[in-house]
């Protein structure tokens, strides 16, 4: 795969990750998990420890799995400056 074509899959990806990132259903689960969580996590009595750093895991994966997301959206912010040196540098020759 040569450097446009990554660029161009990196911009698919990107798009796909801003759709996915962007839906409203996606963010209402998200919000409700994240929701579920934190009430589980105040209903936790003291000696609850093996249950609270489970929690405390699942909320930590729900956060990576936006950082995901979001870092797609930023490769493909810089895929989109990439495409557009490769095609800048077509039309010098």
Known sequence: MDREQKALAELDRAARAERLFNDELLRDAFDGIRLTYRK??????????????????????????????????????????????????????
């Open 40 to 93: 589980r996590w105040e209903n936790t009595n003291a000696d609850e420890t093996e249950a609270r750093e489970a929690i405390y895991l699942s909320l930590r994966m729900l956060n990576m799995v936006e950082k995901q997301l979001k870092y797609h959206l930023e490769t493909g912010e810089m895929a989109k400056i990439e495409l557009e040196t490769i095609r800048a540098g077509r039309t010098a020759s």
